[in-house]
C-alpha cells in the first residue's frame, strides 16, 4: 500500500487531514515542497555563471555534511537574501549550543528526508524480489518514504544566550610560504 500524506502507516486517516506538527493539511505541505523543488531548479539554471559558481563552491565546501541538493538550496536562498550564510544549525540545536536566534529571523528551508523501517511483510516482499530487506540484526531496513522541509538558522541570525560561552570560531586557513618537496607542485 503506497503512504500518503494524512493517514497512518496502516491506512487509517489522520487528525482531520492535519498531521503534521506544523498542522498543515496535505494539499499545503505537497505544495511547500513542491515550491521549494522548483526554487531548487531556479537556482541550478543560474550556476551558468562562473561567479555563481564560484560562491556554490564555497557553500559546498563549507556545508559537506549535506546533500548537494540541500547545499544549492542553502545558497541560492542565501543569495536571493543578499547573504553570506557561515554556519546553519535548527532552532533547538541552536539553543543546545547556547545561541538564540533572534525574534524575526527568516528560516532556509532545506529537504529532510522521513524515513520508516519497512513492516515485516514488506521485508519479504522485497526479498523475494532479490532486493536488500533486511539489516545485519535481521529487522527490516528503513526507507525513505518522502521528504520533509527542515529550517534552519545561520550562525549570524543568533545572539549568545546570558550566561553561556561564545561559540568558538572556526579555524581559518592559514597562508605558509617555503619551499615544499620536489615534484609536490608545478609552477
Not at 147 to 171: A, K
Amino acid at each position: 500500500m503506497a503512504y500518503t500524506w494524512g493517514t497512518h502507516r496502516d491506512g487509517r486517516p489522520g487528525r482531520n487531514g492535519k498531521t503534521g506538527r506544523n498542522g498543515k493539511t496535505d494539499e499545503e505541505r505537497t505544495a511547500e515542497v513542491e515550491r521549494l523543488t522548483e526554487q531548487l531548479h531556479t537556482k541550478v539554471l543560474e550556476l551558468s555563471s562562473s561567479e555563481a559558481w564560484v560562491r556554490m563552491l564555497w557553500v559546498a565546501g563549507r556545508f559537506h555534511r549535506y546533500s548537494w541538493r540541500n547545499q544549492l538550496l542553502l545558497w541560492g536562498q542565501a543569495e536571493d537574501r543578499g547573504l553570506t550564510i557561515t554556519r546553519v544549525a535548527g532552532y533547538r540545536r541552536w539553543a543546545e549550543l547556547g545561541q538564540q536566534v533572534m525574534k524575526g529571523s527568516t528560516a532556509f528551508g532545506i529537504l529532510a528526508p522521513v524515513k520508516r523501517r519497512l513492516t515485516t511483510e514488506e521485508a519479504q516482499e522485497l526479498a523475494a524480489e532479490g532486493r536488500r530487506a533486511f539489516d545485519c540484526n535481521g529487522r527490516p531496513v528503513m526507507v525513505v518514504r518522502g521528504f520533509r522541509i527542515e529550517r534552519v538558522f545561520d550562525e549570524s541570525q543568533t545572539e549568545p544566550i546570558h550566561g553561556h560561552e561564545p561559540l568558538p570560531q572556526p579555524t581559518s586557513w592559514i597562508e605558509q610560504a617555503g619551499v615544499g618537496p620536489a615534484g609536490l607542485s608545478t609552477p
